[in-house]
């Protein structure tokens, strides 16, 4: 089958909330003097489909053929840059003629409910979206605490005790578009200089530097990368090649097809491909791997050569993309709680310690098509119940429910029986995860002064300003709290707070605390001359065995749409599928992506005169006498 440039070709895709086969016509699109050519389109039987947004990919020599990844499709909207921000429902609607404060009710005047499965960064990007557009949202977290993996609290101290490191890059578009909605990200998120530093043994500073005047990219980042000190010239000359002969060339001038070519190289892992360039293995101890470590928390050996290319692409395109953001304080305060605060002005609410038991489904009764109709909760006084007590729930009613959880948490929350007959749910018990230790320690001074006089000096507070990497230590990546951070983490009369992320902590998992601080406290002395005679008067080790999703080669094929093959079931969390790392830009990101697949369906179903169908069964009304709201 041949097609033309403008064409449309109905493929058959399931349509949302019936799962009913539904044609769909798709556009091509191809850019000059590309042949075209197409295999026959994929048929989704009921139930099974995943996206009702085909994508045709259509690329020079290579066969067209259907894709079916939702996130592409809304990212490309709105131009060909595949990193715009993502078009938010209120935008959506509007763009549409709908008022987006009315859609979400039912005709009978009541809104529609909406319950968010965990209490994350994209748990609440979700809320917000789904509150801005009318819905009633109830958000179940199980823990006392809400954030997620960016979560944070005090101990009875008054210490800030945070899950990790972070950090933000300058291409996290839609998370800083959401914290510019909400009135903070310039206030709460501080710019740090242009460039990225490494600290090697001894005090010996390196650093790429992106700081070039006026001229930004792709200038900028072959100055970084050409005068850098962590490589010796035979290295740079090589790093020159792998990357010269790689899709970012491509991306300065496509950066779509750029990011196709992108995302076939997800077979292989980063030294694999860029040793096969030209690179060599001295650029990957003393320059990627310290990255990877910090994107990913494995190595470039372990990681898929996609991640670590999709960003390059976007520090080569994007000036601003490389340089760093730190928050002011402690993320609970200064990110987490403007969002909580917009959701619960919206009448959405946050219930801690109530985690989500089961889902609660019945069968269409013309299709019999399965679909979500609520939750079955825990009660707050049950979350810590031993197998031999008794466990009370409560069942939530749901129009739409959204699962924002990581990847450990939807495994255990997918039945048997979906894995069972749906390859979707199956994938995702596929997906492997990744250990990290955060170790935070309180120095009686100043670690990284480095006795330069020219450092950042923030009243007393001495050092460098940023986020700082190592290939001489078990931390990869590491930042003094106190300098970068000096709301929460600046103590007058104290010294610095270092919080340092051992990636891999496989081998750390099993050690006692103490055991760990000492250890760490060891390296960072021979990375600090300025550390030696200093003593570490306080500590916290924070250990997470099941982190981020392993970005190993040929895992992306296993990472989820946001719309799930049960009808009224999304999916959101950094790990779904869209075209970034699993980060907290990637967590944003999939909640716009899971609120837009709701309002899309609901159109849809509108559309065809079924939108008072959306709604869940009847049963009993909610027991809010069992369920207390806790945001603090």
């Known amino acids: 089958m ?48 995943h996206d009702n947004n085909a994508r045709v990919y259509v690329r020079g020599g290579v066969r067209l053929r259907t894709g079916w990844r939702q996130s592409h499709c809304s990212m490309h909207q709105d131009g060909t840059d595949a990193f715009r921000v993502i078009r938010s429902a209120r935008e959506l609607l509007e763009a549409r003629g709908y008022e987006p404060s009315e859609f979400g009710l039912r005709p009978s005047g ?51 005790i945070e899950m990790g490191l972070h950090v933000f890059f300058g291409c996290y578009y839609n998370l800083f578009a959401i914290m510019r909605q909400l009135g903070v990200l310039d206030q709460h998120f501080l710019p740090k200089e242009h460039r990225h530093i490494f600290v ?50 491509r991306a300065l001038v496509d950066f779509d097809g750029a990011m196709e070519q992108v995302r076939e190289l997800d077979e292989m892992s980063f030294t694999q491909w860029f040793m096969r360039h030209g690179g060599s293995r001295g650029s990957i101890e003393r320059l990627w791997n310290p990255i990877a470590y910090a994107l990913g928390f494995i190595d470039c050996d372990q990681i898929s050569a996609r991640c670590m290319l999709t960003i390059f692409q976007l520090f080569a395109v994007r000036t601003e993309a490389s340089q760093l953001r730190l928050l002011i304080g402690a993320p609970v305060q200064y990110m987490l709680k403007p969002m909580l605060e917009y959701i619960k002005a919206r009448g959405g609410r946050l219930y801690l310690r109530q985690g989500v038991r089961s889902f609660i489904t019945e069968s269409d009764a013309e299709t019999g098509q399965e679909r979500v109709v609520g939750v079955r909760v825990r009660s707050a006084a049950s979350t810590s119940a031993t197998k031999n007590r008794a466990v009370s729930s409560t069942y939530v009613p749901a129009d739409v429910v959204v699962a924002a959880l990581d990847v450990p948490g939807m495994k255990r929350l997918i039945p048997d029986s979906w894995c069972e007959q749906y390859e979707y749910f199956a994938n995702i018990k596929r997906l492997e995860t990744v250990p990290v230790i955060t170790v935070q320690l309180r120095f009686n001074g100043w670690v990284t002064e480095l006795a330069d006089g020219s450092l950042h000096r923030d009243g007393d507070a001495r050092g460098l300003d940023n986020l700082l990497y190592s290939a001489d230590a078990d931390f990869s990546c590491f930042a003094d709290l106190a300098v970068t951070s000096p709301a929460d983490y600046y103590r007058a009369g104290q010294g610095s707070l270092l919080q340092c992320v051992i990636t891999p902590a496989d081998p750390y998992l099993h050690m006692a605390d103490a055991a760990i601080v000492a250890k760490v406290c060891s390296q960072v002395q021979e990375l600090f001359p300025s550390a030696r ?54 967590a944003v990101r999939s909640g716009r992506l899971a609120a837009q697949a709701i309002v899309e369906d609901l159109l849809t179903a509108m559309k065809q005169g079924n939108g008072a169908t959306l709604t869940y069964a009847a049963a009993p009304p909610m027991q809010r006498s069992t369920l207390s709201t806790e945001a603090s």
């Open 2 to 49: 041949c097609l033309q440039n403008g064409d449309t070709w109905t493929a058959f895709v399931a349509a949302p909330l019936g799962r009913t086969l539904a044609p769909a016509p798709v556009l091509v699109r191809c850019r000059t003097g590309l042949s075209t050519g197409a295999t026959s389109p994929r048929y989704a039987t009921t139930g099974q489909a």
């Open 110 to 160: 009541e809104p529609r409910r909406a319950v968010v499965i965990g209490a994350g960064l994209a748990g609440l990007a979700t809320a917000m979206e789904l509150a801005d557009v009318g819905f009633a949202v109830d958000i179940f977290e199980t823990r006392n605490f809400y954030g997620g993996k960016v979560g944070s609290w005090q101990d009875r101290d008054g210490n800030h």
């Open 200 to 249: 090697n043994r001894d005090g010996r500073l390196a650093e790429l530097d992106f700081r070039f005047g006026p001229v930004g990219a792709p200038w900028n980042g072959l100055k970084a990368f050409f005068t850098t000190e962590q490589l010796n010239l035979i290295d740079k000359l090589r790093n020159a090649i792998a990357l010269g002969t790689s899709p970012i060339i």
């Open 533 to 586: 005679n200093l003593q570490c008067i306080w500590s916290n080790v924070v250990k997470l065995g099941q982190s981020l999703y392993r970005e190993a080669p040929g895992a992306e094929r296993y990472r989820p749409t946001q719309r799930s093959p049960i009808a009224n079931l999304y999916l959101a969390g950094s790990y779904t599928q869209q075209d970034y790392i699993d980060s907290q830009e990637g």
